[in-house]
């Protein structure tokens, strides 16, 4: 089994719908993270969370929330999705250094 | 302004030969760098990485090379493998062992090794 898994792996949307992007680690990491890439533009970060009572923004925050339930999940929403949130998402986690382990994606396409 | 550059989207390697992929920064402040590899429909994995203290760090086919002065670093497969064809994203970190959220990633390039 994997240790970072996401789901759904792919998913098409509407543009307005309320979309959740689950994320769960067998790893024991206390760090998470959510990145997104688009072509060309390499991996930016979302949101991270160091415990789950720590939850902080990234470089591209806006039109994202997040919610850490547990140590070994954390999901990523859309409130109200547009068609530019259109990317491949990234779920990954850490020990206390910078090398992450990250989950095999959720391809999002909003319509 | 991007801090992490990947000039090239794309390089093609003979199988055998050695891939050299480069990577630019601006931010003086980058103590840390990694690369990261990543194959279509997989998420990216950690590959190998240097601190500034070092010039070099070498890890079997897989050597990074840091120049502080010139802020270049560049990744060399010798030899290439078909196997070694992915994406590679290059990134940085003001500071060694304090998350990953101060990672700055490149745009990534796209190796190609061809029989």
């Known amino acids: 089994d994997a240790d970072v898994t996401q789901t759904p792996r792919n998913r098409i949307t509407k543009t307005g719908k309320r979309i959740m992007l689950e994320c769960s680690q067998t790893k024991g990491h206390d760090r998470m993270y959510w990145y997104r890439q688009d072509p060309g533009l390499g991996l930016r970060l979302i949101y991270y969370s160091f415990d789950v009572k720590d939850i902080n923004k990234g470089e591209i925050s806006d039109g994202y929330s997040v919610s850490r339930q547990a140590q070994a999940k954390f999901s990523l929403s859309l409130e109200s999705a547009i068609p530019n949130q259109t990317a491949l998402y990234f779920c990954?986690?850490?020990?206390?250094?910078?090398?992450?382990?990250f989950g095999s994606g959720t391809q999002l396409s909003v319509l | 302004d991007q801090q992490v550059k990947q000039n090239s989207p794309s390089l093609s390697v003979q199988e055998g030969r050695i891939s050299i992929l480069n990577c630019d920064y601006t931010?003086?402040?980058?103590?840390?760098f990694l690369w990261y590899k990543k194959y279509p429909a997989e998420g990216p994995t950690f590959l190998i990485s240097?601190?500034?203290?070092?010039d070099k760090n070498e890890d079997g086919r897989f050597t990074v090379f840091l120049n502080k002065s010139a802020k270049h670093l560049s990744l060399h497969i010798v030899p290439s493998q078909p196997g070694d064809s992915a994406v590679y994203f290059c990134?940085?970190?003001?500071?060694?062992?304090?998350?990953?959220?101060?990672?700055?990633f490149g745009k990534g390039t796209h190796l190609i090794i061809q029989p």
């Open positions: 931010n003086s402040m980058f103590d840390y």
């Open positions: 240097i601190s500034s203290i070092k």
């Open positions: 990134a940085a970190s003001p500071y060694s062992g304090g998350g990953a959220d101060g990672l700055t």
């Open positions: 990954a986690t850490s020990d206390p250094n910078e090398k992450l382990f």
